[in-house]
């Protein structure tokens, strides 16, 4: 982060969160997992939660309306990793359902995309797959190889390829994935203010949402979770920039 955007972040969190933290009615904080409250790492099974995030989670539970974890991630692997109790893991991107499944036939075809790839790696996900590319020697060629052997694949099995940090995933069409299951979250609850924090192209769309709850009324503050491959559209767009998970859990002890 250079310093001319570290001075407008701070000023961003003094105002905003300073506003935020004043408003009466029905808030809720609602935060992404990887790259937000872990650090990224080479495997997602590798993810730790980062030191004191914990903390600052449990301190806000009996403070806010609700606090979430809104994650690709599945459920089961969210509650091994939060460990927080009254917090609300929305995995799957809000899909929710573990026990959802992709038939057979795509997943085989995914997997033999993958076996394209030198360090490519295939992972199931309920109703949805992953493939990582994070381990490939060149991810840049990578990407482009598999974003050219997957889209058919969903596009045939009536699925979405959407992209994420060294990962490639079909998920089901039409669902609307992390923005739907906030502005689910909000109208469920009441809302009458909400802080999200994210780091990834999906965490964009994820803003749009805050963005369409803002013009109904909603009092809203876009958090980007800065790190070394937070796209720049996420930073234009949000309100506030903390500099990695670390930053994140300042952020949070605030609150």
Do not use: C, W
Request: without cysteine; hydrophobic residues 45%.
């Amino acid at each position: 982060m250079d310093a001319e955007t570290g001075v407008r972040s701070v000023r961003q969190m003094e105002n905003r969160i300073a506003t935020f933290d004043r408003l009466e009615g029905r808030r809720g904080i609602l935060l992404d997992f990887d790259g937000t409250l872990s650090p990224i790492v080479a495997r997602p099974e590798l993810a730790q939660i980062r030191d004191g995030a914990r903390q600052a989670l449990a301190r806000l539970v009996p403070r806010y309306e609700i606090v979430a974890i809104v994650s690709g991630r599945t459920p089961s692997q969210l509650r091994e990793l939060v460990q927080v109790e009254g917090v609300v893991l929305a995995g799957f991107y809000g899909l929710g359902d573990e026990t959802a499944t992709v038939p057979q036939e795509v997943t085989t075809r995914v997997i033999e995309a993958t076996a394209h790839v030198p360090g490519a790696r295939f992972e199931p996900k309920g109703g949805s797959l992953a493939v990582h590319y994070r381990g490939a020697d060149d991810p840049v060629a990578a990407e482009g190889l598999l974003t050219g052997l997957l889209a058919p694949i969903a596009r045939d099995a009536n699925m979405e390829l959407l992209a994420g940090k060294k990962v490639l995933e079909l998920v089901p069409a039409g669902h609307p994935l992390k923005q739907g299951a906030i502005e689910r979250i909000v109208a469920e609850h009441r809302l009458d203010g909400v802080l999200f924090a994210g780091d990834d192209l999906a965490d964009v769309g994820a803003f749009g949402a805050l963005d369409r709850l803002a013009a109904g009324g909603v009092h809203t503050v876009k958090v980007a979770v800065h790190g070394p491959e937070t796209p720049a559209s996420l930073l234009e767009a949000a309100d506030v920039v903390v500099d990695g998970p670390a930053g994140l859990v300042g952020l949070l002890r605030r609150l």
